[in-house]
């Protein structure tokens, strides 16, 4: 039996979704699967091509609902799950008992262990660690933006090169390691820790790069890295540089598609006001209430650039 593991690209907390269930699925479903993986990743239009539940048992993990019949398995906990027509009514309709969203989770992780645990008698124990993390940076309940930042330790360096590669040999074999192994042992391996070198170096560069762009004004942090072909930066750099901002705003670009990416600042003591999901979802984005994107095709840059002025607009409100 082939069982399709779909999970949220370039995401650490997706690919820990797709390792605790593909874990879980063979210790309690069938010890005998072949398993396959294939990372999603938001954009304009719909993301589920027409081929690619090709399983025969097909899963979704940490990311956004459809209605295909060819979906099995489904563990998301993002607000904006449901973004086409019907979706949540179907969602809600399933008596198969194998799809699960719950958008009060921190992350689709540990939501996913506590479900496995308590509904099909999984034992999440030797993968606690790695659980755990995933449900900290997820939640981005970093001690400080300088942990967050400075990255140190296996797991934000993971989460670095998580966010960064673009070759799906190397981050399937890392939801394969992170089944077994611990996240130490991965990110001294010798090729995984050549790539977190090269990383950490590049990370450095963007810090200085949107030290340089960013601006702040009414306790929003605003930069636009766009013309640098940069499609992933570490989140947390505007707050590192500006610690009294409430919120941030950004631009970036890659060959595939032009984001814009919209923030709280975890460590600022403040009321939130504004939804950032819901923000989002209105330009056909999504996310959760506290951090939210919104992808555009790549030849509509300035459009992307025109809706980042108007939600740093909406949150200086």
Known sequence: MRL?????????????????FTRFFLECVDPSAEVEYQG???????????DLFDGDVNAVVDFRYTQSPRLDWYFDHHVSAFQEEGDEAHFRADASGKKFWDPEAKS????????AKAKFGFDPTPMQHL??????IDSAKFPSAKAAVELEGAALQLMTLIEAEKDPAVLHGLIRRMQHETLESIAVTPEIRAKIDELLARHRRNVELIRERVSVEGGIVFYDIADQGIDNVNKFIPYYLHPECRYGVNVTASKKRA???????PWATFVRTHDLAKM????????????????????????ARAVAAELAAKLRT
Do not use: M
């Not at 999603?40 to 027409?50: I, K, V």
């Not at 689709?108 to 479900?115: I, P, Q």
């Open 108 to 115: 689709c992780t540990k939501f996913l262990a506590r479900v």
């Open 131 to 136: 659980i755990d993390w995933a449900d900290l």
């Open 4 to 20: 399709k593991v779909c999970y949220h690209d370039n995401c650490f907390d997706g690919l820990s979704s797709a390792a605790v």
């Open 40 to 50: 999603l990743a938001h954009r304009a239009g719909d993301p589920f091509g027409p």
């Open 280 to 303: 989002a979802e209105k330009y056909g984005g999504g996310g959760h209430p506290v951090v939210a994107a919104i992808s555009f095709p790549p030849d509509q840059l300035e459009r």
């Open 259 to 265: 984001k814009v990416s919209i923030g709280t600042n």
